[in-house]
């Protein structure tokens, strides 16, 4: 599952800065997504905190905040972000999670130029995932 070597990604990082400061607990972690990484953010939680049970991190609060992604016409150049009507509805297709990091995608998802109607569509943005804050607890 794509949210499982997400989690746990994520949590040794967090792990590995919580020991780098000397913190005794993570107290909360805010995390970003974005909307084309196709991760689902309550599943995601889901196996933060299962993974992190019997870590520093156990019972830590796991804010999840989904990016709109930013997409680019290769034929006239313009930009846009996905709005709701383009936001993705079938996150669990099981061919966009084989297809997630290229080029296929875009295609996949059926994401058209607004300006000229082009389905040559590359991904800008929204197909990262970061961790944007660490609470801890010193000792
Ligand atoms: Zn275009």
């Known amino acids: 599952m794509h949210e499982l070597s997400l989690a746990q990604s994520i949590l040794d ?7 780098d400061r000397g913190a005794e607990r993570v107290l909360k972690v805010e995390i970003r997504v974005g909307e084309f990484t196709l991760v689902n953010p309550e599943q995601l939680r889901f196996c933060l905190e299962a993974l992190a049970e019997g870590t520093p991190a156990e019972g830590a609060e796991f804010e999840i905040e989904l990016e709109r992604g930013r997409l680019r016409c ?17 996150l669990q297709d099981p061919a966009l999670h084989a297809a ?7 295609s996949l998802l059926d994401l058209k130029c607004p300006k000229c109607g ?5 991904i800008r943005d929204g197909d990262s995932c970061e961790v944007r804050s660490i609470r801890l607890e010193l000792g």
């Open 13 to 19: 990082t967090v792990l590995e800065i919580a020991e």
């Open 74 to 90: 290769r034929e006239c150049g313009a930009e846009w972000r996905t709005d709701e009507e383009e936001s993705l509805k079938d």
């Open 100 to 106: 997630f990091g290229s080029d296929e995608l875009p």
């Open 118 to 122: 082009s389905k040559s569509v590359e």
